[in-house]
């Protein structure tokens, strides 16, 4: 009878679909086109930067970051623990080595100052250190005002991943603007969707058509195929970026709503001792996904068991990433750790905090919510 409410899903109807069919019949059907065009140049408008290169996926866009800022095999980049795989896996791409650091435990953003004892010691081991990715993690700045000048001091590139905040601002300035190179996604379950792409934000010229070039299979501009490295076909449907751009044109109504939704959560937990909505102080941020973190000694329930609670009930919820020192495929990883990201793994829950959802769906999982903490002992499954 009922249907899954889920963590994030795209948020798409009648506008994206008039600028699809018109992107169609148009015959750009290819790489490139205007609606590519509007919405690389939309994109960078919008997020106070001088250029944007679009691709076909975040992931896609921070490989080429990398390699623009002169990421090379033997380089450390210094990447969160605490984050989504795809900004380590850029990383191995390059060939250079991830080193990984925890995160500041009331936001799960980057910690600065174990970021700065990091830049230390491997400046006094003699690494060289290719880049720092910064995550803005569900769509909340990191602290830039103090990460920008440390990276300053050091001489390390920032390369922003700020796949989940568009949208978002700190200090008054556009999350994506904080790097020589920011990244965004499109994914389907991101702020806005092309159902899959991503973008390179810059105020450097030079470092966006280094990865336009890389992007297009490094293609000389002769007659001739002619490519003096190799490149990569990391370019963007016009079809795709004609929905990116119907997105990107409603993106302050997405982003309101999700705010909304966070205040709605952060309500009905407030006097609910033991439970903290994560980054709660942070206003600037585009609410892209909302978690709860829980300190089950004082709730006397774990944040899994409202997980199932709400799983038998048909709503969508998800733990905390798995921070990237505890995944196999990065245990060989350098780690610079406070335990923070791990604690946050195991005490957070995110809850459904998409713009599509409705105000009855709103009202059903808030409606859950309040049921289970009422009483948490009781019926794991649904009672119907
Ligand atoms: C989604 C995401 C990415 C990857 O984006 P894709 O478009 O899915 O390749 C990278 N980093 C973070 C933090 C993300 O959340």
């Not at 059907?29 to 290169?53: M, N, Y």
């Not at 290719?130 to 005002?145: R, T």
């Not at 905040?165 to 092309?194: C, D, E, M, Y």
């Not at 792409?197 to 299979?217: F, H, I, K, N, V």
Request: net charge negative.
């Amino acid at each position: 009878m009922s249907r899954t409410i889920h963590l994030s899903p795209p948020d798409v109807g009648p506008l994206e679909e008039s600028y699809l069919v018109a992107a169609l019949r148009s015959g750009w059907v290819a790489p490139v086109g205007p609606e590519l065009d509007a919405f690389e140049r939309e994109t960078a408008a919008r997020t106070g930067t001088r250029g944007a290169v679009a691709v076909s996926s975040g992931t896609a866009a921070l490989h080429l970051a990398l390699l623009a800022v002169g990421v090379r095999p033997g380089d450390v980049v210094v990447v969160p623990t605490l984050t989504f795989v795809a900004t380590a896996n850029a990383v191995r791409y390059t060939g250079a080595r991830p080193v990984l650091v925890d995160c500041d435990p009331l936001t799960g953003n980057l910690d600065v100052a174990l970021v700065e004892k990091l830049l230390t010691r491997l400046s006094d081991r003699g690494e060289r250190v290719g880049a720092v990715v910064p995550v803005d993690l569900f769509g909340s700045c990191a602290d830039y005002s103090t990460l920008v000048p440390l990276c300053e001091r050091f001489d390390v590139p920032i390369v922003e991943d700020a796949a989940e905040a568009l949208g978002a601002t700190h200090a008054g300035r556009p999350a994506g603007s904080f790097g020589r190179i920011g990244v965004l996604s499109f994914n389907g379950n991101k702020i806005i969707t092309t159902s899959g792409g991503g973008m390179l934000l810059s105020d450097e010229p030079e470092l966006l058509a280094r990865c336009r070039y890389l992007a297009t299979q490094a293609r000389q501009p002769v007659p001739h195929y002619e490519h003096t490295e190799v490149g990569y076909n990391y370019r963007l449907s016009n079809l795709l970026a004609a929905i990116g751009l119907a997105q990107l044109r409603r993106l302050d109504g997405m982003v309101a709503r999700r705010r909304h939704l966070r205040e709605r959560y952060e309500k009905l937990f407030a006097p609910v001792p033991g439970v903290q909505v994560l980054g709660a102080e942070d206003r600037a941020a585009n609410c892209w996904l909302t978690t709860v973190v829980v300190d089950s000694a004082r709730t006397g329930w774990e944040p899994g068991r409202l997980g199932e609670y709400l799983a038998a009930r048909d709503i969508e919820t998800r733990p905390v990433f798995k921070p990237m020192h505890l995944q196999p495929a990065y245990s060989d990883a350098e780690a610079l750790l406070t335990g923070a990201a791990e604690k946050l793994f195991t005490t957070g829950l995110t809850l459904p905090s998409g713009s599509a959802l409705t105000e009855a769906d709103t009202t059903l999982v808030l409606a859950a919510i309040e049921g289970f903490i009422a009483a948490p002992g009781q019926h794991a499954t649904h009672p119907d």
